[in-house]
């Protein structure tokens, strides 16, 4: 199993809402990653995950908290979003921090209402 | 900070023939690692290439290859004997965590 899978495939939510992305990896990858990516622009990073424990957070607003269960799954968990953080959410993983390729996962849409 | 430069916003190459992508990038780092992805309608991230900066060949995976030029700080991609599709988004990284990408280069393919 090559493949970093990603639920759902499109989340429309309200600005009052509380809803999670889901992410998940069986290739014994120890890093994940997330990613945003707006409309035309390149992905930017947002969270690193290292063996379970966040490593980076590239200075993410608290309405957005990640957590990571396990080393096979990566959750993005969402609250109070506004209409600008509407984009693709790509999660990523690799064998570890130090290691050279990462693989994506096929996203998901969120649309902030 | 680490930066990646794309300066090709959009592109275009006849099937069948040779493109070539530039991107150049600022760092203070000896090693790292830098890559080309692809991102097609479908938006996912596909590996193209990629490149370690204390090996001084060139990488090559197929009709793609880089030409990596360290002291210059610049990393393009060949794209040889193009086709339909190959037609997506491009961007050139940098590892540094997590990827740092460029702006990114449509390529358009034409028949």
């Known amino acids: 199993d090559t493949e970093v899978t990603q639920t759902p495939k499109h989340l429309v939510m309200g600005m009052t809402n509380k809803k999670s992305l889901k992410c998940e990896q069986h290739m014994g990858h120890r890093a994940m990653y997330w990613y945003k990516q707006k409309a035309k622009k390149p992905p930017e990073l947002m969270f690193v995950?290292?063996?379970?424990?966040?490593?980076i957070n590239e200075s993410v607003p608290s309405r957005f908290s990640p957590e990571c269960p396990n080393s096979s799954l990566l959750n993005l968990h969402l609250h109070a979003l506004q209409p600008e953080d509407s984009a693709l959410y790509l999660c990523?993983?690799?064998?570890?921090?130090?290691?050279?390729?990462?693989?994506f996962g096929p996203g998901t849409r969120l649309t902030v209402l | 900070a680490q930066t990646v430069t794309q300066s090709q916003p959009e592109m275009s190459v006849q099937e069948a023939e040779t493109v070539t992508l530039s991107c150049t990038y600022d760092t203070s780092e000896s090693d790292y690692y830098l890559f080309w992805y692809k991102q097609p309608p479908s938006r996912q991230m596909i590996l193209v290439i990629r490149?370690?900066?204390?090996?001084?060949q060139n990488a090559t995976e197929n009709r793609f290859s880089v030409n990596f030029q360290k002291a210059a700080k610049s990393f393009s991609l060949k794209i040889s004997d193009s086709q339909l599709g190959d037609a997506a988004m491009y961007f050139c990284a940098y590892r540094r965590g997590g990827m740092r990408f460029g702006a990114g280069t449509r390529l358009t393919v034409k028949p």
């Open positions: 490149q370690e900066a204390y090996k001084q």
């Open positions: 995950y290292s063996y379970e424990k966040l490593s």
């Open positions: 990523a993983s690799s064998q570890v921090v130090e290691n050279n390729e990462q693989f």
